[in-house]
């Protein structure tokens, strides 16, 4: 056994003792157990700030993408879902490169566009040939939205080619839409065996995830056709033979937000928000495992409809250990020896968990991080809704990679305004966190 090979044993014995001892503790004790003991990396840039208010434009980070320009991989881009805001796309200095507006409604009384999620297609074959698209979620519109990358296009890298006749996702009709149960979180994936390209899109406030498959019009344009639907378990045994369902308000489930594929083997894994992560086949046949489950699973609770908040119970200690609710956004970190991670934020404890992407490993726990300040002026990341990983070379920005995370806090605060971002991470670091 090699020097490396013990270090990395002691660390895990070190932590398996240490999470099997705060067990007993509280919840929010356990949280602070977990996130001491994790290394922690830091932003080298930040991208501009959003507010979530009138004042502006009602914009909110939430989810990031990166694309990678083979021919030049300095000139890379991320691209970032604003909800109300639309997308914007930055650069590899963080810098704003466009901003695209989410569809205004119809109708006054109707919901606006909201992108949610966002992810990319690599070749997607078009009637002018292969094309690389970014793919959201609009969560306004119960729709998904398609947008051409051409670097050098001179209106801006992203065009949208999205077909005016794409149906509703989910719901049945407008009225439906305006509930708001719709189109949430998003993955898509590229089955090797067929070339057909999917996406993977959640439901809000429902169990649900649909698989659509991706097609492309005569004219150039990009629709998709539902293929099946899986609905994910909404209550739970409990070892101590109770039914268990998380706390929420009345009529909401426990909706599902990350979600990523593994090329390799076409698995599909969701972060069911209150409940963990999931592992199911990508064309959602088959049964869908539980891998890991929050600290907060099987905790009792009750929702106050005064102050629309649950006030928790105490803990049975059925939960896990790694992460906390929310288990939110979930991205691939690939090593071209077909090894690597699924990352996952763990939101309610603001770290980062890596599982092994192995099958055979059954997707152990490798370790966890933190993104913590890099100085006064560039904070870390907090209550993290939305990840993406790249490990390839990024030009002489990144050339170890490159990890975008938002960031729920960003700081300094803008007054009252609620102010996030993403913030961009030399994936070189990651590597070395997790390696410890």
């Known amino acids: 056994m090699d020097r490396s090979t013990i270090v990395r044993a002691s660390v895990l014995t070190v932590t398996t003792a240490l999470a099997a001892a705060a067990l007993a503790m509280p919840a929010q004790a356990r949280h602070r157990v977990h996130a001491d003991i994790l290394p922690a990396v830091t932003p080298r840039a930040e991208t501009p700030v959003l507010h979530d208010d009138d004042a502006g434009g009602n914009a909110d980070a939430d989810d ?14 991320v691209v970032g879902t604003a909800k109300e805001g639309g997308l914007r796309v930055y650069d590899l200095d963080a810098r704003l490169v466009q901003s695209i507006a989410a569809p205004p409604s119809a109708d006054e009384e109707d919901a606006p566009g909201r992108f949610n999620n966002v992810d990319l297609v690599h070749g997607l074959m078009v009637p002018s040939g292969k094309a690389d698209l970014a793919v959201t979620s609009d969560r306004g519109n119960d729709r998904l939205r398609f947008y051409r990358i051409d670097r050098d296009r001179a209106g801006g890298p992203l065009s949208d080619v999205t077909d005016p006749a794409t149906p509703p996702v989910f719901s049945q009709d407008q009225a439906e839409i305006n509930d708001q149960r719709t189109a949430y979180g998003l993955a898509t994936w590229t089955d090797p065996a067929t070339g057909k390209s999917y996406a993977l899109v959640s439901r809000r406030e429902r169990t649900s995830i649909a698989l659509l498959e991706l097609m492309p019009t005569a004219r150039g344009k990009v629709t998709y056709r539902k293929v099946r639907t899986l609905d994910l378990p909404s209550s739970f045994r409990l070892p101590n033979g109770a039914s268990w369902s998380p706390c929420a308000e009345p009529g909401e489930l426990p909706q599902v937000e990350g979600m990523v594929v593994d090329p390799v083997n076409g698995m599909l894994y969701a972060g069911q928000e209150d409940i963990g992560i999931w592992r199911m086949r990508a064309d959602l046949t088959g049964t869908p495992k539980l891998i890991d489950k929050v600290r907060e699973y099987g905790v009792p609770g009750v929702y106050d409809e005064k102050t629309e908040e649950c006030t928790a119970g105490a803990d049975p200690g059925f939960g896990g250990t790694k992460i906390s609710a929310d288990v939110e956004g979930l991205t691939l970190l690939t090593e071209p020896d077909g090894d690597g991670y699924i990352l996952a934020s763990s939101q309610g404890d603001n770290t980062f968990a890596a599982y092994d992407r192995e099958l055979k490993d059954d997707n152990e726990y490798e370790g966890g991080f933190r993104v913590a300040a890099a100085s006064d002026a560039l904070d870390g990341s907090e209550e993290c809704d939305g990840a993406a990983v790249l490990n390839a070379p990024l030009g002489s920005k990144y050339p170890n990679g490159l990890l975008v995370v938002q960031d729920g ?28």
Do not use: Q
């Not at 990031?64 to 881009?77: C, E, F, M, T």
């Not at 605060?413 to 997790?434: I, Q, Y």
């Open 64 to 77: 990031p993408a990166i694309w990678r320009n083979a021919a030049a991989p300095g000139r890379s881009l």
């Open 409 to 436: 806090h960003d700081a300094p605060a803008d007054g009252d305004r609620a102010s996030t971002n993403f913030k961009f991470v030399d994936l070189g670091e990651v590597m070395d966190a997790l390696d410890d």
